[in-house]
């Protein structure tokens, strides 16, 4: 029926809601770690996870190509995960990737200060400014990670269908707030579009990953559309013949599809080292 992406500020109690609103919907809850997991078996390697975790690349990280690699892979995991239907996912940035899905339900969990603090206490046995300190932290890194990949603020309520704050709703209310929510707004229309979307951009995700990891085809910042049976090509490169190899693979690889070029081409453009 529909996608659910969940966004949340430490000790809003995010994992704690998207777990009881599967039970009420009967959906799959795909975690941060199944993301995660899911990045690690697709090929990034497990020990350059935690510079991307969350968190704004340091800034060599930021300049590395691995930068490119982690979000090609992040954003194929996400995708992968919502064309199962009927699920939830939680962190990533999943509400950003999905944003415009016709079936994605996007829903950020706050709470005051005073409330995240007690959590962060009672959790993990901290005093007060061990508890600030990590709220703090936390805020920093997410909204820097949003930032550097997304270009979009975490905490821009504009982004979202729903923002519910768990300091003054309870962790079961919210979650059937929020089933109730999909349940009166998602339409079969809505799930049809939203499936047929999902399809074209996980074939985008696909050949962009192909041209990146198996090709190995020096476009930078390398995305793809798909308009009309047609795969539109974007990114940076100085070199017009590497991109017209890059279209004729498209062609190969996606039987029925043309593909055009909307790469910039600047010949003294120097690329990740």
Not at 46 to 58: A, L, V, W
Not at 163 to 180: F, R, S
């Amino acid at each position: 029926m529909a996608v659910i992406t969940v966004s949340r500020q430490v000790a809003a109690h995010g994992d704690e809601v998207a777990a009881e609103l599967a039970k009420l919907l009967n959906y799959k809850f795909v975690t941060r770690k199944d993301i995660e997991k899911r990045i690690v078996e697709l090929g990034f390697p497990e020990s350059k996870m935690p510079k991307y975790d969350e968190r704004k690349p340091g800034f060599f990280a930021s300049l590395a190509k691995n930068r490119d690699e982690y979000f090609n892979y992040a954003q194929y995991a996400i995708l992968e995960a919502a064309q199962q239907k009927n699920v939830i996912i939680i962190g990533r940035g999943a509400f950003a990737v999905l944003q415009g899905v016709p079936n994605n339900i996007s829903v950020r969990l706050v709470a005051d200060e005073k409330t995240r603090i007690e959590r962060l206490r009672a959790e993990f046995n901290w005093d007060e400014k061990q508890a600030k300190q990590r709220i703090q932290e936390s805020d920093a890194n997410r909204a820097g990670f949003h930032r550097s990949f997304f270009n979009i603020e975490d905490n821009d309520s504009t982004l979202f269908h729903m923002v519910l704050n768990t300091g003054m709703i309870p962790e079961e209310i919210a979650a059937e707030q929020i089933a109730h929510f999909v349940e009166k707004t998602v339409t079969v229309k809505q799930e049809e579009a939203g499936n047929k979307m999902l399809e074209e951009l996980l074939k985008a995700q696909t050949i962009v990953n192909k041209l990146s990891f198996e090709y190995h085809l020096n476009i930078e910042f390398v995305h793809a559309t798909i308009e009309d049976k047609t795969v539109i090509l974007h990114g940076v490169s100085d070199s017009p013949g590497i991109v017209e190899q890059a279209l004729q693979i498209i062609k190969r690889e996606m039987p029925g599809y043309d593909a055009k070029s909307a790469v910039s081409i600047i010949h003294d453009f120097k690329g990740y080292q």
